[in-house]
């Protein structure tokens, strides 16, 4: 859930200052190249990222062994959502900033946005060497684990934080989600019922879309149905909530109407691999040929994930038929 993935970048600019002021052996000590990154630093502060992109690689093109301006860089493409570009820059150097927590973090941030978790998590474990028990590098360790199914070691990260802070949301986020993957509803509940008190107007339909799947896993689906519908009320763009929807009206035998919910999750989301398995699921009555791409689609980038063993093996067979029925059909 990228609310609570990605850290707000107003951090990001006390890091480049601090950087570019802290290291000066590595500040640019050409006139123009310097003017160049503290140009792209007050870009970075005002939020023009493209413009600060420009302005490090136009001083990094005067000198590429800039490592002040390359770890500047780095760090707003994190912000960009240039995941690649951010590891390429910040890997290249970390080497000058390896006890820096900030270089550490984000590097872990572009890890994570690349789905590459156990590389994200040695990051955030090293950034958590240099500052101990800092909330975000804790929160970003603790949906690491949980992704990679560490969920002993995600629990243990998210109660320490629930213990410093017992209002924490994405604690609570974190707890609820683990108690649903080892199927103890009645934990989840109660754990998003906690957070739902407390609940900001932005993470309040994400702690609905959470609820409506313990409702779905508890095979009630049109209870589900309403709650993520009351999620989209709110936040319309919520690609697991409009995933969700979609599941449910599916499930409740409304496959028309599903498609549209999942086509819309599938935009948003592309790399969300279950969405593309349900919306093959909603199409397979009526658009077969539609139908086999996405169950392709899934196949291939979900084979590697044990969460969606199953998955995987009923789209292999819903294929298998599509194909067959094809054959015949051509027959």
Not at 176 to 184: D, E, V
Request: aromatic content about 10%; hydrophobic content about 40%; charged content about 25%.
């Amino acid at each position: 859930m990228r609310l609570f993935a990605l850290t707000c970048f107003g951090l990001v600019l006390n890091t480049l200052w601090s950087c570019s002021n802290g290291n000066q052996n590595q500040t640019s000590k050409e006139p123009v190249q310097a003017s160049l990154v503290i140009q792209g630093n007050q870009y970075a502060k005002d939020g023009l990222l493209r413009e600060a992109v420009e302005s490090y690689k136009k001083a990094l093109s005067k000198d590429p062994s800039d490592l002040t301006a390359r770890r500047n860089l780095g760090i707003v493409l994190v912000k960009a959502g240039d995941a690649n570009g951010a590891i390429n820059n910040l890997e290249a150097s970390i080497k000058n900033f390896e006890e820096n927590f900030d270089t550490n973090f984000f590097l872990g941030e572009a890890y994570r946005a690349e789905d590459k978790y156990g590389e994200a998590i040695y990051r955030y474990k090293k950034a958590l060497k240099i500052k101990p028990n800092e909330p975000r590098a804790m929160k970003s360790l603790a949906w690491s684990y949980f992704k990679i199914r560490f969920y002993s070691e995600a629990i243990s990260v998210a109660s320490k934080l629930q213990q410093k802070n017992p209002s924490d949301e994405q604690a609570l986020m974190i707890l609820a989600r683990i108690q649903l993957k080892l199927k103890r509803e009645n934990e989840a509940l109660a754990l998003l019922k906690r957070g739902l008190e407390r609940a900001t107007p932005t993470s309040r339909p994400y702690f609905q879309s959470v609820m409506a799947e313990v409702y779905a896993a508890q095979g009630k689906q049109q209870e589900a149905l309403d709650t993520w519908q009351q999620a989209l009320k709110t936040q319309p763009m919520l690609a697991g909530a409009l995933m969700g929807t979609g599941r449910a009206l599916l499930e409740l035998g409304r496959d028309k109407e599903a498609v549209d919910y999942l086509e819309r999750a599938v935009r948003i989301k592309p790399k969300m691999n279950e969405g593309h398995y349900w919306l093959a699921r909603s199409l397979e009555p009526s658009d077969p040929t539609r139908a086999l791409r996405y169950f392709n689609f899934f196949k291939k980038t979900a084979a590697t994930d044990p969460e969606f063993v199953e998955y995987v093996l009923d789209a292999k067979k819903r294929s298998a038929s599509i194909q067959n029925r094809s054959k015949l059909d051509m027959n």
